[in-house]
């Protein structure tokens, strides 16, 4: 898959898959010692495993993905247990000066207290600059701290977490689902959000029936490109 850019200096990157639909479906007819039945067989019972919750079959598509994201997006997102996480060290390498700076800066929303809402009144230009400043005030510390004969594990210290890190998730299916379901939706923090739309991209190519099954039969949430991609599915199949 090529590398899909998230934020301004990310991206997501499937490194390879194992399993697809066909391990979801082989896992799934092991019971009865089946194989496949044709397309509309084979999708009508990943539908039917979504939809009664037999979601073992699906720990049998498996992705590996290469991750650039902020810290604070990082911190979320290995939340996530199910899924194998390997992450640069700041111990053993210097961090590129790479950092997220938002588009815009978004108010506190009122009604949701752990949400955001768009604030074109703020002056961002302003926020910009004192954000760029602390963020470089950091760096300069951090690599005088350095210079100074301060380990790289004690240095690190004065970094935000909007410094970029990276890191390798290798995910089965079923959990992705899991991670979409919760971090696509509106309710999560809108840059997660990126990174599960990026996602959902490596999920379409490796497991089709799958994914248009989850958005289907599972996806409940808001965001903008998984709900176009179900309007899409569900017109298509009416
Ligand atoms: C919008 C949003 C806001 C959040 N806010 C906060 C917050 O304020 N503070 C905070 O700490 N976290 C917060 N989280 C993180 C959240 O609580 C979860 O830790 C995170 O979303 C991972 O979800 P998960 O446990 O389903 O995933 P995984 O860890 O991948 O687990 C997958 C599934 O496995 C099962 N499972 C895993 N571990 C166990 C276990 N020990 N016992 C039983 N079943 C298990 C559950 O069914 C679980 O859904 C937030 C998440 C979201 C999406």
Known sequence: MRDIPVLDKGFVRLIESMGGDAGVLQAARVSFAGSSKG??????????????????????AVLKFH???????ARQWFRHRFGAYNEISFRYTTPSEDFYTPESFRAQDQKNKQGSVAAP??????????????????????????EAGVAREMARMVLPVTVY??????????????????RADAHAQPEIQRYAEALSEGFAQTCPWTYAAFLSHLWTGKNAKLDAEKDRLCSASS
């Open 165 to 182: 890190t990276e890191f390798f998730w290798t995910v089965n299916a079923r959990s992705l689902m899991n991670f979409l379901w919760l």
């Open 67 to 73: 991750v650039k994201a902020p810290i604070f997006v």
């Open 121 to 146: 009144s703020l002056d961002q230009e302003g926020l910009r600059r004192s954000f760029a400043a602390s963020v470089d005030l950091a760096f300069k510390t951090y690599h005088g701290m350095v």
């Open 39 to 60: 397309e509309v067989a084979d999708r009508r019972l990943i539908e039917y495993l979504l939809k009664h919750q037999h979601l073992t079959p699906f720990e049998h």
